[in-house]
C-alpha cells in the first residue's frame, strides 16, 4: 500500500464507518485528522486508534459551516503538513415518508451536503499545492435504487448531490492528478441505525441483500482504501461504486 505517512481527514469519524476506516489507515501507516460534532466520542476514537496522539488528531465542529472546514484542512496543514486523502463521511439518515419530511429535517440534509462541499473545496486548494489528492465521499444506495419499504427522499435528495459533486470534481481536477470517487453503501451496521431500527429489525435486512447479509464496517473500509490508494486505484476516477451486497445488480 501507498498510505505510510499520508495525511488523510476524516468527517463523521467518530463511529461506524469513519471510524472503523481511521482505524485502517493508521495501521497502514497514515497521520490522520479526525472531525465531528461530539468532542467526547472523537476524543474516545482518537485516544483508542493512538494513545500516543503522535499521529492522531481531531477537531470538533459542523463541517456545513465553512469556517469549520477550512480550520480542519489547516489544522491539517499545521499538524502534518499538508492534506493527501479526504473521505467526506459525514452522514445522516432517517426514513420518513415524503410527505411527513419537515423543513428542519431538509435543512439537516442539505446542510451535510453543503459541508461535504465545503470540505472538498478547502482541501483540493492544499492539495493542489502537492499536485495529488484523493477524496472519497460516502454516497447511497438509496440515491440510485429507490426503496419502497425505506422511502427517504430526504437523505437521497442529498446523497444524490454528493454522487454529483464526485463526477464533476473528478473531471475538473483531473488534471490536477487529484482523483474524487464514492462509495454507495446499503445497510452496513453502524450505530446510525441505533435510534431507528432495533438489534432484531436490523438483522430483518439481512435478506434485502442478495449476498444474504447486512453490510459490516469491514467492507466499507476496504472500499475505501481501494480509492484512497494510488498504487491500486491510480487510474480511477468519478466512480460511485455500489458496496451493497448485491442490491442494485437487480431486482431480487
Same mark, same amino acid.
Not at 17 to 44: H, M, P, S, T
Not at 80 to 99: Q, S, T, Y
Not at 184 to 195: G, I, K, M, Q, R
Given at each position: 500500500?501507498?498510505?505510510?505517512?499520508?495525511?488523510?481527514?476524516?468527517?463523521?469519524?467518530?463511529? %461506524?464507518?469513519?471510524?472503523?476506516?481511521?482505524?485502517?489507515? *493508521?495501521?497502514?501507516?497514515?497521520?490522520?485528522?479526525?472531525?465531528?460534532? =461530539?468532542?467526547?466520542?472523537?476524543?474516545?476514537?482518537?485516544?483508542?486508534?493512538?494513545?500516543?496522539?503522535?499521529?492522531?488528531?481531531?477537531?470538533?465542529?459542523?463541517?456545513?459551516?465553512?469556517? #469549520?472546514?477550512?480550520?480542519?484542512?489547516?489544522?491539517?496543514? !499545521?499538524?502534518?503538513?499538508?492534506?493527501? $486523502?479526504?473521505?467526506?463521511?459525514?452522514?445522516?439518515?432517517?426514513?420518513?415518508?415524503?410527505?411527513?419530511? #419537515?423543513?428542519?429535517?431538509?435543512?439537516?440534509? @442539505?446542510? @451535510?451536503? =453543503?459541508?461535504?462541499?465545503?470540505?472538498?473545496?478547502?482541501? $483540493?486548494?492544499?492539495?493542489?499545492?502537492?499536485?495529488?489528492?484523493? $477524496?472519497?465521499?460516502?454516497?447511497?444506495? &438509496?440515491?440510485? /435504487?429507490?426503496?419502497?419499504?425505506?422511502?427517504?427522499?430526504?437523505?437521497?435528495?442529498?446523497?444524490?448531490?454528493?454522487?454529483?459533486?464526485?463526477?464533476?470534481?473528478?473531471?475538473?481536477?483531473?488534471?490536477? =492528478?487529484?482523483?474524487?470517487?464514492?462509495?454507495?453503501?446499503?445497510?452496513?451496521? #453502524?450505530? @446510525?441505525?441505533?435510534?431507528?431500527?432495533?438489534?432484531?429489525?436490523?438483522?430483518?435486512? +439481512?435478506?434485502? /441483500?442478495?449476498?444474504?447479509?447486512?453490510?459490516?464496517? !469491514?467492507? #466499507?473500509?476496504?472500499?475505501?482504501?481501494?480509492?484512497?490508494? +494510488?498504487? *491500486?486505484?491510480? &487510474?480511477?476516477?468519478?466512480?460511485? @461504486?455500489?458496496?451493497?451486497? %448485491?442490491?442494485?445488480?437487480? =431486482?431480487?
Amino acid at each position: 500500500m501507498s498510505l505510510k505517512d499520508k495525511v488523510v481527514l476524516i468527517t463523521g469519524g467518530g463511529s %461506524g464507518i469513519g471510524a472503523d476506516a481511521a482505524q485502517a489507515f *493508521y495501521q497502514a501507516g497514515a497521520k490522520i485528522v479526525l472531525n465531528g460534532r =461530539r468532542e467526547e466520542i472523537l476524543a474516545q476514537t482518537a485516544a483508542r486508534i493512538d494513545p500516543t496522539g503522535e499521529r492522531v488528531v481531531y477537531m470538533t465542529g459542523d463541517i456545513g459551516q465553512l469556517e #469549520t472546514s477550512q480550520n480542519i484542512v489547516k489544522l491539517a496543514g !499545521s499538524r502534518f503538513g499538508g492534506v493527501d $486523502i479526504l473521505l467526506n463521511n459525514a452522514g445522516v439518515f432517517a426514513p420518513k415518508p415524503f410527505l411527513e419530511h #419537515t423543513a428542519a429535517d431538509l435543512d439537516s440534509y @442539505l446542510n @451535510l451536503l =453543503r459541508g461535504y462541499f465545503y470540505m472538498s473545496q478547502a482541501a $483540493i486548494a492544499q492539495m493542489q499545492q502537492r499536485e495529488s489528492g484523493s $477524496i472519497v465521499n460516502i454516497g447511497s444506495m &438509496w440515491s440510485s /435504487h429507490a426503496i419502497a419499504a425505506t422511502p427517504c427522499s430526504g437523505s437521497s435528495t442529498a446523497k444524490g448531490g454528493v454522487h454529483a459533486l464526485t463526477r464533476n470534481l473528478a473531471i475538473e481536477f483531473a488534471p490536477a =492528478r487529484i482523483r474524487v470517487n464514492a462509495i454507495a453503501p446499503a445497510v452496513v451496521e #453502524t450505530p @446510525l441505525f441505533d435510534s431507528i431500527l432495533t438489534p432484531e429489525q436490523l438483522a430483518a435486512f +439481512d435478506t434485502f /441483500h442478495p449476498l444474504g447479509r447486512n453490510g459490516q464496517v !469491514s467492507d #466499507t473500509t476496504a472500499a475505501i482504501l481501494f480509492l484512497a490508494d +494510488d498504487s *491500486y486505484s491510480s &487510474w480511477i476516477t468519478g466512480v460511485v @461504486l455500489p458496496v451493497d451486497g %448485491g442490491v442494485t445488480a437487480g =431486482r431480487h
